[in-house]
């Protein structure tokens, strides 16, 4: 669908949601973002890196972020937030 858009800007969320650290899935993860950085409207948003593994895990976070800026590049890349995505009520003041 992305490369069929090229008039069309494409935002990936969570990073492309990278769920484990095992090598068939890292390996797995970085091929669709290579696959992904072949398309210049493509952009992924770094947000909820640990939503999948129910943890902040470092290692996990900085695998996401290093090889995100290396196979994206930094000018495809955004910060986002997951604050209070996962709620139903307002937010109020303590």
């Keep these: 669908m992305v490369g069929e858009n090229p008039e069309t800007n494409f ?3 969570l990073a ?4 484990g650290m095992e090598p068939e899935t890292t390996d797995a993860w970085k091929e669709s973002l290579r696959t992904l950085s072949a398309t210049p409207d493509s952009h992924a ?4 890196l ?3 593994v129910h943890r902040n895990d470092a290692a996990l976070i ?3 972020i290093d090889n995100a800026i290396d196979i994206l590049g930094p000018d495809h890349l ?5 604050f ?3 709620s139903s009520g307002p937010v109020t003041p303590n």
């Design 11 to 13: 935002i990936l969320i």
């Design 16 to 19: 492309g949601m990278l769920t």
């Design 45 to 48: 948003k770094l947000s909820g």
């Design 50 to 52: 640990g939503r999948f």
């Design 62 to 64: 900085a695998c996401i």
């Design 78 to 82: 955004m910060f986002g937030s997951n």
């Design 84 to 86: 209070r995505s996962r």
